[in-house]
């Protein structure tokens, strides 16, 4: 048992750290990272006494918890088998391209189950070391779906909530899972069960219902008999950004001149368009290398000279399907170059690197328009990233429909990224767009990511499940 227990647990695949080297014992040195979901839950965490339980991101590495920022951080080791099958395998080989819509093959496997459920079984039980007499523990996303029940099993006193980050399937899709009854009741065990878009939470619903026989209310489900019956609320709850970090970042003025800089290494082109994924089979790389090598092609462009930046940063490299895209995306992008480049130009620079939050602003504030063109995503923080960089309400986001973050943000120019002409046209649109139209959109859409930040994500999400969960009830599940 530690020496202290904690009033606020979250429990992450990922601890929001880097390694950053060894102590003289051998002893692993980390350094706390500056992402979107920290960012939010740090205030929370130093007021509340908070705990963060999750992996160092290396194989057979766990060290002692320690303190960090205002807050104790809790490692949970995993086997270099155990990331393949649990990591590699079931999160990222099955649930992941599963909860997608199937744009890779979900792969089917007894014994990257068997890892998850272990892997699971092991952050449930840290969590409940750490976590005092009633307190509140915040569960996140796919990697994690058995926590909540494993942890009330446990803890029955604890008030848990769940986060699910990624899109969650029609029951169509969902069903393929062999274990997808132990997936709806693992999920079940929270409190509160938070999604991207109704969407997503009404495909839960249906779940609940189909897969795991519970009867649902409104957006309630209603889980277990006589002593043992709760109720659970599956409510959308779309996560933000640090808005007013961000838009301080791009207003640096060493960001606006990195910005101009950028225009000019790039060889001072009419117009720039950039796209900022992870190298992800479900961000629509490929689809959108191919719209603008159609553009490029049939002259839609006119006599402007367009580039595209696209950064690709790196991504679970060991998974097959993400080792295919980066062979099939780098193939196009040398083509391309191949085929329309001269010496002195190439219409796609291509980045397959990660890069410091202030670069990323600059490249930001230089883009004309941003490419989001997802296939499926949960939310989409780069499109409400852009959005809050652009202090000046210029630049132009095109943004697929099937983005979390397309629900928000109705001020973009929307897209069906498998509809080839249609992107075509959106992109040529927002490069002909009058500025006064540019900045009425900018506006409305920055005016949203600020309102509707993550801080108050974080404050909506943990105040409902305070609230007993019991929260208004709006639409009936469909
Ligand atoms: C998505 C998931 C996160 C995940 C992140 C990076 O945003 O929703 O849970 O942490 O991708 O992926 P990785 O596999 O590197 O943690």
């Known amino acids: ?76 080791e995993l086997s270099a088998q155990e990331i393949e099958d649990y990591y590699e395998g079931m999160a990222n080989g099955t649930l992941w391209p599963l909860f997608h819509d199937v744009i890779a093959a979900p792969e089917y496997h007894r014994h990257w189950w068997d890892a998850y459920a272990k892997v699971n079984r092991r952050f449930a039980e840290a969590a409940a070391a750490q976590a005092a007499e009633g307190a509140t523990v915040w569960v996140q996303d796919y990697q994690l779906l058995l926590v909540p029940m494993m942890l009330r099993e446990q803890r029955p006193d604890l008030r848990i909530g769940f986060f699910n980050h990624i899109p969650f399937p029609g029951y169509e899709i969902f069903s393929q899972l062999p274990w997808r009854k132990r997936v709806v009741e693992g999920v079940l065990g929270a409190d509160l069960v938070g999604f991207q878009r109704r969407s997503d939470a009404t495909n839960f619903l249906r779940a609940c219902r189909r897969a795991a026989g519970a009867t649902t209310r409104g957006s309630h489900v209603h889980v277990g008999h006589g002593e043992g019956r709760r109720t659970v609320h599956a409510a959308p709850f779309p996560i933000s950004i640090d808005a007013r970090g961000f838009e301080a970042l791009a207003s640096d003025p060493a960001v606006i001149e990195r910005a101009a800089q950028v225009r000019t290494e790039l060889g001072d082109p009419d117009a720039i368009l950039l796209g900022v994924d992870r190298l992800d089979y479900t961000k629509g790389i490929r689809h959108r290398l191919s719209t603008f ?36 995306v780098e193939l196009i992008v040398g083509r391309l170059n191949g085929d329309h480049g001269t010496v002195g130009w190439q219409p796609v620079h291509y980045l397959h690197q990660s890069f410091p939050r202030d670069e990323m602003a ?72 009058p500025k006064a139209e540019r900045r009425r959109r900018m506006r409305a859409l920055r005016r949203r990511v600020r309102e509707h930040d993550v801080e108050r994500w974080a404050r909506d999400f943990l105040g409902a499940l305070q609230d007993g969960a019991h929260a208004h009830d709006e639409e009936p599940a469909g």
Request: glycine fraction near 10%; hydrophobic fraction near 45%; charged fraction near 25%.
């Open 1 to 76: 048992m530690p020496s202290q227990l904690y009033d606020f647990v979250v429990v992450a695949n990922r601890l929001p750290v880097d390694k950053v080297g060894t102590t003289d014992d051998g002893e692993p040195l980390y350094e706390t990272s500056p992402g979107g979901l920290v960012t939010a839950l740090a205030p929370v965490m130093r007021s509340q006494h908070g705990a963060w339980v999750g992996w160092a991101g290396a194989p057979d590495e766990a060290g002692d918890a320690f303190d960090s920022d205002g807050m104790h951080l809790v490692p949970v």
């Open 293 to 328: 090598k159609e553009l490029l092609e049939d002259g839609a462009l006119g006599d402007k000279r367009v580039v595209l930046v696209q950064v690709a940063s790196p991504s679970r490299e060991r998974v097959k399907a993400y080792a295919d895209l980066r062979d099939e």
């Open 362 to 433: 600059a490249l930001y504030l230089a883009a004309d328009a941003m490419l989001v063109t997802a296939l499926r995503d949960g939310m989409n923080l780069v499109a409400k990233e852009y959005v809050a960089a652009r202090h000046d309400d210029d630049g132009v986001l095109v943004l697929s429909e099937f983005a979390g973050a397309a629900d928000e943000l109705h001020q973009a120019v929307l897209v069906n990224p498998h509809d080839i002409d249609g992107t075509k046209g959106a992109i040529v649109e927002a490069l002909g767009m």
